[in-house]
Structure formats: structure tokens, C-alpha cells
């Protein structure tokens, strides 16, 4: 049975674009104070001005969250500001293409710190107090992309099968807590990530409508929640497809030495 959010302090990295933008929009509607936290100030600041508009409450706080320490200060100031951080959504991310020759490393290394450690990094700057308090969820804001390692795409979807990992073991790990963990992997959604890819994106979902089920994933206390359905069956049942089938359906990618971004979710 879902519940009301109401009076849960939210804290929502990558807030200022996209989903997380969207997250603390639809959140703060709902009557949950949010922390927003990104690296841009400005746009974060605006949605906190949209927020109070509408009668909401949110808190600011700028930390780039593949440094550690910016964003266990970032929740630090939330929880000063807003009070103990009831739910925290880890969904700040980039998505760069895998390149091979040369091969782009730095940008790789950009991914998997801010997929994978900057979601580490953000629901371990929380959980100390919630398990103080016995309460709180965690979500990570994963990608179907996580399923299958896809040409052009190797680093994104390794930190995101990474982050699937990661949460499965602390799920079960906090079982007894009262702290619980969702894990969610969207397909395409209409975001600032997806705006230059020049092909279909099937599935693709406007981030209002997307981010409407994500919240009603966590009210219910979904484990793992993938949509949309055909496309995760799409990508479930792409495991087991020989890679020379992956490779002449995805040609210009697996083959191209720079390949362009794929069509795959991102
Ligand atoms: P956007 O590009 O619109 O937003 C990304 C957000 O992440 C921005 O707010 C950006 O803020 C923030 N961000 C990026 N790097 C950092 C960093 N190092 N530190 C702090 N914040 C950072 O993308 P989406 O909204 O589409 O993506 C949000 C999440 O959803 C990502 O994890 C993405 O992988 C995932 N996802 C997206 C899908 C899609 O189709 N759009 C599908 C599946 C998953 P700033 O630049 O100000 O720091």
C-alpha cells in the first residue's frame, strides 16, 4: 500500500537538470522538505525559487559528488537546514561514450567515480544516522543500461551494473535496520543526457511521467524497480544474444573506432 511522503526530508543529488530536477519538483509537492545538491548553483537555485512559489520547503547545497568530502558536507548542510535526511536519491550521473582508440581513460574514470562513487559516496554520508534512528531509505538511480555491457557504452553500463550490485548487497545487508534500499533502472527518459541522441529511443518517457513512477516505486518499497517493462524485457533478453548479433544490430558502434552514442539506455 503506498504511503504519503509528506514530512520526509528528500535529499536529491543532480538536482539541477533532468530527473533530479524533476525529483525535487514533484517531492516538494508532495510536502517533503528537499535538499537539492548539485554542482551548479544557479539552476538549483531555481528550482528552489519555483519550490518556495508553490509553498514548498528546500534546502541548497553545491558539492560535486565524486569528492567525498563535498558531498558528505553537502548532506551535512542539508541535515542542518532541513533536519535528519529521511530519504536520500542518489541520481547524479554522466553519460560519456566509450571510445577505443585512442581510448578516452579519463572520461571513463569521470564515469564510473561519479555512477558508482558518487552514489557510494552519497548513501554513505547518510546511513550513519539512519541507522541511528533505525529509519530512512536509500535509492540509487541506476539505468537499464546496467544489464548488458553494450559497444560504445562499456564504462556507463559498468557503473551501472556496478550500482545494481552494490545496492543488492546493501539491501540485504541493512534487512534488519530499518533502513531500506531501492534500486531503480529507467529506460530513455527526456533529459539534457538524451537530447543529442539522433535516433529512436524506444520507450522513451518524458522525465514528469517517469519520475511520477519512481516515487511511486518508493512509497510501495519496491527492491528493484525497472521500467519500462518492454524494455527491460528488451535488454533482460539481449544477455542472451550472441555478441556477432549484438555487433550487427549496434555495426557503427561495436565497430567504429570513436563510435557515436549508441541507442542504448542510458
Ligand atoms: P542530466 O544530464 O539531465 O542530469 C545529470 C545531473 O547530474 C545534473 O543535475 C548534474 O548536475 C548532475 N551531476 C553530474 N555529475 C555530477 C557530479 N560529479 N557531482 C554532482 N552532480 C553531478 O541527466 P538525467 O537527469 O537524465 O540523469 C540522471 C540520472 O539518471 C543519471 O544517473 C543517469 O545515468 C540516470 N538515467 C538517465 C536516463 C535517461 O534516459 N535520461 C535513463 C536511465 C538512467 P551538475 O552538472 O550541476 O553537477
Known amino acids: 500500500m503506498a504511503r504519503s511522503l509528506a514530512g520526509q526530508v528528500a535529499l536529491i543529488t543532480g538536482a539541477s537538470s533532468g530527473i533530479g530536477w524533476e525529483l525535487g519538483r514533484q517531492l516538494a509537492l508532495q510536502g517533503c522538505p528537499v535538499g537539492l545538491v548539485a554542482r551548479r548553483e544557479q539552476p538549483l537555485r531555481e528550482l528552489q525559487q519555483i519550490i518556495t512559489q508553490a509553498g514548498g520547503t528546500s534546502a541548497v547545497a553545491v558539492a560535486d559528488v565524486a569528492e567525498r568530502h563535498q558531498i558528505e558536507n553537502a548532506v551535512q548542510q542539508i541535515r542542518e537546514q532541513l533536519g535528519p535526511v529521511d530519504l536520500v536519491f542518489a541520481n547524479a550521473g554522466v553519460g560519456k561514450t566509450t571510445q577505443i582508440h585512442p581510448v578516452n581513460v579519463a572520461e571513463v574514470e569521470q564515469v ?130 550472441p555478441d556477432r548479433v549484438m555487433a550487427r544490430i549496434m555495426r557503427d558502434k561495436a565497430m567504429a573506432p570513436n563510435p557515436v552514442t549508441p541507442p542504448s539506455p542510458t
Not at 134 to 155: D, N
Not at 199 to 210: C, I, N, R, S, V
Open 112 to 241: 564510473i567515480r561519479t555512477n558508482l562513487l558518487g552514489v557510494i559516496y552519497t548513501l554513505s554520508a547518510a546511513l550513519p544516522e539512519m541507522l541511528t534512528r533505525g529509519t530512512g531509505r536509500l535509492i540509487g538511480i541506476s539505468s537499464l543500461a546496467g544489464y548488458r555491457g553494450l559497444p560504445g557504452e562499456s564504462a556507463y553500463c559498468a557503473s551501472k551494473a556496478a550500482v545494481n550490485s552494490y545496492l543488492d548487497g546493501l539491501r540485504i545487508q541493512l534487512r534488519d535496520s530499518g533502513v531500506r534500499v531501492t534500486t531503480i533502472c529507467p529506460g530513455f527518459i527526456t533529459t539534457p543526457m538524451t537530447a543529442n541522441m539522433n535516433f529512436h529511443l524506444p520507450g522513451l518517457m518524458t522525465a514528469e511521467k517517469a519520475v511520477q513512477r519512481m516515487i511511486r516505486a518508493v512509497k510501495a518499497g519496491t527492491k528493484v524497480y525497472s521500467f519500462p517493462w518492454h524494455v527491460h524485457m528488451m535488454v533482460k533478453f539481449s544477455r542472451w544474444m
